[in-house]
């Protein structure tokens, strides 16, 4: 059935998959072995229980080591209250870079956490803003922003 072609992988329904790769050890397991997200509507964490697990492990490491939290986000400037910082880290080395505002922590985790793909972010903006830049230019009864 078409609606079929909208259904999300890590959604519970036993119907559909009652397997599902774990993101970071990429086994196999039954859905049983993901953890509900009750606060996403059961939305099914994409990391099984046991890598889950050693995820919290590490962060607790790195947040015991890491400098006491700034006045304002490591990587924009904004200021903020003590409680609102996120703790970022390196994933592959496990070491701390930062504390972030929920913005740029998420921004760079969506972007998967690589260099390469955040300059590719900034090169679609740049290519935009020249296409803008230049079809101003072009057209002298535009207007500014």
Excluded at 48 to 75: G, L, N, Y
């Amino acid at each position: 059935m078409q609606l079929d072609l909208f259904k999300l992988d890590n959604y519970p329904d036993d119907e559909v998959s009652t397997f599902h790769e774990c993101r970071s050890c990429k086994e196999v397991l039954p859905v049983t072995e993901y953890q509900v997200r009750e606060d996403r509507s059961n939305y099914r964490a994409k990391d099984c229980r046991k890598c889950t697990a050693k995820e919290s492990v590490i962060k607790h490491v790195i947040r015991k080591r890491a400098p006491p939290r700034p006045s304002q986000c490591d990587c924009c400037g904004k200021l903020m209250k003590h409680t609102e910082f996120y703790l970022d880290h390196c994933h592959d080395e496990k070491l701390f870079r930062g504390w972030l505002c929920n913005s740029c922590n998420s921004g760079i985790g969506i972007l998967g956490d690589t260099l390469q793909h955040l300059e590719t972010a900034v090169n679609y903006l740049k290519a935009h803003h020249e296409r803008t830049r230049f079809s101003k230019e072009a057209d002298p009864h535009s207007q500014e922003d």
